[in-house]
């Protein structure tokens, strides 16, 4: 691997950031192949595009476009990614995720570490102050992007 | 409940055979409250729109804006939710699925059913033909679709 796993956070966190600055949800995302070609990145728009559709991962993976196989990507995502997102890491055998922080929220990626992705998390500040901010100030927002 | 699952399921039916007609892949859905209100229709876009995130479930979910909660909804989709799908209805506490068919394709709908999803399977002859007959003429695209 080209990249280290901080290095390929950093784009999930200009992302995270580039969505706080639009006064949205602050998660991030991007994909990358194992040999650090960077496929697609992207942010929640739910607030901004109204699209409830529209999360870290999920942003990242539309942007990658169609590709044949992800057995050699690596999804980076600046929180825990939630059943939703972690079904599409599942569903498309995305190799590995790397995780920014897990404190905020957890979501399912105990079961795709026992589904045999690869999970790392890397307890990043910088997501961990993203997201307590943004939960402390619009906790009604973010229950909605997460169904509660 | 004021419609039943096949009249629910119709409306995915016509999704699926919208999308066929474009060329595209033949799974559609629809989000439908449990008093029969429809809040959004969809279906599978990867072919049409080159967007390997539009699944039938997810591109219905879109369509249907942003709602405060899902406990109340019913996810219809023409075939067993993938992962994917299968995560979008768990996280956000969609409390039932009504499936066409599970036959041509099995995802996670035994896993919702775990943990707490009404799931009620149609084998409606409509839906095996759609996809049988698609799987059969397009391998490729099925197989990118699913992520094998």
Redesign the interface.
Known sequence: MTLSAQAMLDAAVEEARLGASEGGIPIGAALFRTDGTLLGRGHNR?VQD?????HGE??A??N???????RDTIMVTTLSP???????I????IGAVIIGEAQSFS??HEWLAENGVSVTILDDPRCIDLMSTFITDHPDIWN?D???
């Open positions: 739910r109204d699209d409830p559709s529209s999920t942003d993976f539309r990658a476009g169609r590709q044949r196989t992800y939630c059943w939703y997102c972690s079904g599409l599942r569903q498309f055998n979501g399912g909605e997460i169904g509660e």
